[in-house]
């Protein structure tokens, strides 16, 4: 399929649900195996990211070359057969690419998403080192604090000499300083293929890895040549509008990675379009290919730049921008910037404007729908020749296409106005669905007058980012108040950061079941405030968790409204809190934390501290500490001194196992004991002739036809009604398979979480397990 005029490649990203059912195969053998069936009750639903290249989306296949663990495969071998049904969708073309090696099956992005550190620290080392390239083969997208914290277990196993394995993303986090002089240039071209708007709250980490890249091209430079540029690449996203001036013509393929440019930047790019030292020419020169090439950057031309086009080529340019913009394929940002450039550049050189004595205001003859539909109408009517040619019956019924082209505010609130004149008591619930552009232009005492009886009306307004803070909750109070319900779908549909703007009561009627079901919701932009209220409300949906580690995994996106006595029961808990978590963090109740409290918080990852000093919770923390203080943390020494990189060292790298979570204390959310008069539950350990096969023969019984088996694998995805377990099955057994790795029969002792010789479970780096349903409380391992 052809692309409209105007439209450039971008990366895109999509989201799906992934199932292990449907993959064949044969489990493979291996020694060393213990098999466990144990009994518990958690279904996991897996997610799938996935990213693509600009030009094309990859297709994901299996590792080539990787080196398979045998435990590892049979686990995997057992998960693609064994999963419950709540855990089902995978497209065909997923289960093809993943089919032919199990170790594939591990490495997709499905489980990696869910990937979390501290089980992940007792991996060892080649296990760990697998699991990485996993990642960059698979080109899993993980978030920033799964990241920071993987960075940091990279450096502590001495696996970050094998970067070029790894994904791009996660050397954006690597200690810079243990880069060899060497290998700088390396480790530069491939750290900016990375995101590096990950690293939006680690600023001196940013800053460290813009030095060092100028440190391995031999220092700053008066002016960066092409070669430059092809080494700095999305780097030079932050530098100074004088270097980008200065720079060779080529800096444009540099600039059009940026997610934004500033104000200053804005104009160098102007001043360089403008020099006729680009590819482009000089502007008179300019023509739709050269244009197209642009990409993004073409919404920054300003409209002195847009005066010097000829005519007919910035005419077929901004047809080609706006069906980009009604394809969906411009954001409404980026749209509206462009258009009011050129625009305004037109207004310039022609003006729409009636004469005196001319008598009609409308000039350019009524408006109808074959009008909307022409994808140059906003250069033949401007906002005031819209005002007097777009007669209220055309505006009815044409709402839709009228609004899908990038209409410039004062356009905007021309079409306000004349709704407000057509439907003087409130826009209608039909017609709502199609205004979500216009409502950041409405109070809220006219959203008051708005009949919200819908869930996708409330999704169609606040979904987009128009809708400020009073909208979102207005539009929220309306629906409430004609008897809807903020569910964990709605929550999700409309993003965590609309919790910012709800009011405290509107949270406090999300029902704690929905609040689970919404998942780990991104509440870093809210004010404290709200952070407050919403850490109270997640206590009460996650505060019955089992464990530490489950309790912190919920909790981790809401801990921000967290008081000092929570910190310190996570202190306690040895729970390695990553830097971005500790970033949203309540600079007061920092303040509360001593030295060691904060050490032992972060555990592994207090080295961070470096990379984010300049944050503004971090920086409040470390003003209040002496210099004694800041030298036990290692930050006494200037801030602005970039690290360069590491001479050669000799050493062996370390290969133990982190130190897993220690017992929590009794009375705690996430207290792991027994409940009061709860036996506890027996373990006994089959070899894996006898496991494997036993374990086989359930799942072929409970897979056969029988008068019970729709409920059997139905219940896999119930839950209770406080949605902690799902809902019990009398004289049902539920089935977890658990496959210990034993793969390097020489260990330290007490090197695993359960004694010697045991490695972690595999399933405990993303906390999948494999169930049937049942209401037995007792273990078979």
Known sequence: MSEAPGTWPTPPAFDSHLGAQGHRGSPPT???????????????????????????????????????????????????????????????????????????????????????????????????????????????????????CLANLVTLRGLQDDFELHPPDLLLFYDLTQVREARCRAFIHRAVQGDTELLANLPDQRAALR????????????????????LLGVLVCDMDASSIEAADPRVLENLQRCRGLTTTQQAALNTLLASGTTVLGPPGSWDLEGLQALGPLATYISPSLWMQVQEAVGLDFFRGMVATYRAGQLSQRDARRFVTGFLEAKAESVSSRPKRGTGRPCLRGDITAATLHDNLFLVRYDCLQLDSCLGSRVLTANLDPLLQHPLPAECQRVVKAKLA?????????????????????????????????????????????????????????????????ITGALLVAIGGW??????????????PSEFRQAGALDISSCPQSRKDVLYTKAREAFGGARSTAAYYRLMRPYLGGAPVEELRHLVQANVSMDIDTFTTLNPRVLQNLSVGNVTTLLGQNVG?????????????????????????????????SPPGPARPTTGTPSTTPGVPYPAPTSGQP?????????????????????????????????????PSQDSLWGSCAKASEDGTAPAPH?????????VELDTHPVRAAGSGPRGPGHGPHPRDLWGWSLLTPSSQDTELE
């Open 30 to 148: 291996a020694d060393g195996l213990h098999t466990q069936l144990v009994l518990d009750p958690r279904p996991v639903t897996p997610h799938l990211r996935a990213r693509t290249s600009s030009a094309h989306r990859t297709a994901m296949g299996p590792r080539a070359g990787a080196q398979v663990s045998p435990g590892l495969a049979v686990l995997v071998w057992l998960t693609a057969h064994c999963c419950c049904p709540q855990a089902q969708g995978l497209s065909e073309g997923g289960l093809d690419a993943s089919r032919a090696n199990p170790w594939a099956i591990a490495n997709t992005s499905s489980l990696l998403h869910n990937f979390w550190c501290q089980p992940a620290s007792q991996l060892p080392r080649d296990q760990l080192s697998d699991l990485i390239r996993g990642m960059a083969t698979q080109q899993a997208l993980l978030r920033a604090w799964q990241l920071s």
């Open 211 to 230: 030095h060092m890249a100028l440190a391995c091209l031999g220092g700053p430079r008066l002016r960066l040549s092409a070669s430059d540029l092809l």
């Open 421 to 485: 004149r057509v439907y003087p008591h409130g826009v209608p619930e039909e017609q709502l669905r199609l205004i979500t552009s216009l409502v950041y232009l409405y109070s809220r005492s006219e959203i008051g007058q708005w009949n919200i009886t819908s869930r996708d009306t409330v999704v169609a307004l606040l979904a987009s980012d128009v809708a400020l803070e009073n909208q979102t909750e207005a539009v929220l109070q309306k629906y409430l108040d004609h008897n809807g319900t």
């Open 498 to 511: 609309r919790l910012c703007w709800m009011s405290p009561r509107q949270i406090q009627a999300i029902r």
């Open 608 to 640: 961070d501290l470096r990379k984010a000093r300049s944050h503004p919770t971090i920086s409040s923390w470390l003003r209040s500490l002496n210099t004694s203080a800041l030298g036990e943390l290692g930050l006494d020494t200037d801030p602005a």
């Open 670 to 706: 996430w207290n792991d004991a027994p409940a009061s008069g709860s036996p506890p539950a027996h373990r006994v350990y089959l070899p894996l002739a006898v496991a494997l096969p036993l374990g086989l023969l359930w799942l072929l019984h409970l897979g056969s036809p029988g």
């Open 730 to 738: 009398a004289g049902k057994l539920r089935l977890r398979l658990r």
